[in-house]
């Protein structure tokens, strides 16, 4: 007894699938990078949509200290959380406090950003060492050469001035400000407190 032949057709076209390059750079998700980076400005919006009463930020019948080292740091976590943009506010003042008593530091950023407005008004190609530099590397070049100027005028004091103020500043508001005068019920939800 003899089985029959079974013929199977088996053409046809056939794809490969496309395998992503786990390891290596991937050109698309980088161009995409920048569309989920908010800009500097959309970010201050932001903040500024958030910021909680200054008249709340500053109440002096709200300072008090506390019991245990578990409460004062919830209580900080819980400061950070709510008064967010508050304390971006302070820190950006206390920048534009230190280039306003800086003149020199004024000085050259506004060198900077005039040359960098002049680089982008003419908006032509310079050759540097046969090479081709289009508007936005020359913006970057005079970045990058104001360094030095920035340095010698006093620029890396100032920073860890402000760094140093602000974390002070903001550290002593969140470590005094007692949240739980100012937290509703409706509120509970999002600031909860660990007892």
């Not at 053409?11 to 395998?19: A, I, L």
């Not at 500053?58 to 300072?63: K, R, V």
């Not at 900080?76 to 020199?104: D, K, W």
């Not at 936005?136 to 100027?149: D, E, F, G, Y």
Request: glycine share 4%.
């Amino acid at each position: 007894m003899e089985t029959p032949e079974v013929h199977i057709d088996v053409s046809g076209d056939m794809e490969t699938p496309k395998q992503e390059n786990k390891s290596g750079f991937n050109l698309s998700s980088f161009s995409n990078f920048s569309t989920r980076i908010p800009s500097l400005w959309e970010l201050l919006r932001l903040s500024r949509q958030n910021i909680r009463p200054w008249a709340e930020f500053l109440q002096t019948s709200n300072f008090k200290t506390v019991a245990n080292v578990s409460r004062l740091t919830n209580r900080i976590i819980r400061n950070l959380a709510y008064f967010q943009s508050n304390y971006l506010f302070v820190f950006l003042g206390l920048i534009v406090y230190c280039l306003l008593t800086s003149p020199l530091i004024l000085i050259v950023l506004g060198a900077v950003f005039y040359a960098c407005y002049k680089i982008k008004q003419n908006s032509t190609p310079v050759a540097f060492f046969s090479k081709q530099l289009n508007t936005n590397q020359q913006c970057i070049a005079v970045n990058i050469a104001s360094v030095p100027l920035l340095y010698l005028a006093g620029a890396g004091a100032v920073m860890f001035w402000v760094l140093g103020a602000s974390f002070f500043v903001i550290s002593l508001h969140a470590a005094f400000y007692n949240i739980d005068a100012i937290v509703t019920e409706d509120m509970e939800t999002f600031l909860t407190e660990t007892v």
